[in-house]
């Protein structure tokens, strides 16, 4: 079975096709009300450290070795729980994940969606 996995401004307005709306920053975005976010989950425990993002800061030539790293700590706890979690909800239905982050081609959702697109290995 498919799952459905999109990657998505938490600032662009929600859709229909959204299903489960999933913030995976770890940082709330900037100008943005809680109340107006319309998120269904926040897993700040999915994204990326805080130094891994500061060294990263969206810089497109380190995309790789960002996206290597990220892997990485996504295999240790509380990070591979959080993945977990959003593979359970990805079963259940469509997700969005959503970041703040304007290029989300190169971005945490982005190698989230990837992840998770994949078959679960244990």
């Avoid at 969206?58 to 990220?70: C, I, L, M, S, T």
């Avoid at 993945?83 to 239905?93: I, K, S, Y």
Wanted: zero cysteines; hydrophobic letters at 45%; a positive charge.
């Amino acid at each position: 079975m498919a799952v459905s996995i999109r990657v998505g401004r938490v600032y662009d307005k929600p859709t229909a096709a959204d299903g489960a709306r999933i913030l995976v920053d770890r940082v709330w975005p900037r100008g943005l009300r809680k109340d107006a976010a319309k998120l269904d989950d926040w897993a700040k425990d999915a994204a990326p450290s805080t130094d891994l993002r500061t060294w990263y800061q969206h810089d497109p030539a380190k995309f790789g070795e960002f996206r290597r790293r990220y892997v990485a700590e996504l295999e240790a706890p509380p990070a591979r729980a959080a993945l977990e979690r959003l593979r359970a909800l990805a079963a259940d239905g469509p997700v969005t994940l959503l970041t703040a982050t304007r290029e989300t081609d190169i971005s945490q959702a982005e190698v989230l969606a990837e992840l998770l697109r994949k078959p679960a290995r244990n």
